[in-house]
């Protein structure tokens, strides 16, 4: 007598369907939004962000549902703004690699304590990436008050999100007081701006971009270190060094014009 068992194999397909169910459709949301943005389709690729973000809090479209998906909407806008600000195929294609990978895998190592500070970092170098860029093409950026506040509410909110996930109390006035260090220097170097291109224009940097990532790096470490009683002298020092690389790379890289 035969005896067919299909259970395991029912089970062992929908396991294999459940892993690379997320796989595709992070790899057609970020093609599509390639596609789009790529074309000088803006509005459309941004449409496409808040219907793909949102798309969990549907049945129950809330404040509170939109907050939580916050850091993820951050993420899509600054990634549509990139690919529609960088003039190279191969630049835009590279960004939205990196939007799929996020879309992948970035709430997972959000959630771990030793990925998250990384995660924040990441996120954070991308909105600083997508606003100077922005504010540094001509008659695309918006005025200078608009870039300000959309970064305070932008690091504001990445960092609070991170700290609240962490159980940090102190997470509102931690995240407040890093967004408006973040703004006050940005207020000075967009009377500045540098912009960094590499040969061909296949990879643009703003300088406000890199500096305010690097102390976002000092800062995140230093709270990171402090919460695992690690802080020394030698972690301090590591800190040191990167400002006084961050103070050269300012002065003898901006043409010291104008006033403020």
Do not use: D
């Amino acid at each position: 007598m035969a005896v067919t068992i299909t259970a395991p194999v029912a089970s062992t397909s929908r396991g294999l369907a459940g892993r690379l169910l997320p796989l595709i459709s992070s790899v057609i949301v970020a093609g599509l939004v390639w596609a789009l943005a790529s074309h000088g389709l803006v509005v459309p690729a941004l449409l496409v962000v808040l219907v793909v973000e949102l798309w969990p809090a549907r049945r129950r479209l809330s404040a509170a549902a939109v907050w939580a998906q916050a850091t993820r909407l951050v993420v899509g806008l600054s990634i549509v703004a990139m690919i529609a600000l960088l003039p190279k195929a191969l630049s835009q294609l590279a960004v939205a690699v990196l939007y799929a990978a996020w879309r992948l895998w970035g709430n997972r190592l959000a959630a771990t304590a030793e990925a998250g500070l990384i995660t924040l970092l990441a996120v954070q170098a991308v909105v600083f990436e997508a606003l100077f860029l922005l504010a540094a093409t001509p008659h695309a950026g918006p005025p200078r008050p608009v870039t300000l506040v959309l970064l305070w509410v932008a690091v504001y909110v990445t960092t609070y999100q991170l700290l609240a996930a962490r159980q940090e109390r102190a997470a509102g006035v931690l995240a407040a007081t890093w967004a408006l260090v973040a703004t006050e220097a940005a207020w000075v170097f967009l009377t500045w701006l540098v912009t960094y291109i590499s040969p061909g224009n296949y990879v643009i940097v703003p300088q406000p971009a890199i500096v305010l990532t690097a102390l976002a790096y000092c800062f995140g470490s230093i709270y990171a270190a402090q919460r695992q009683g690690t802080l020394n002298r030698a972690r301090l020092t590591e800190y040191l060094l990167i400002s006084l690389i961050l103070i050269w790379i300012v002065i003898a890289g901006t043409p010291w014009r104008g006033t403020l």
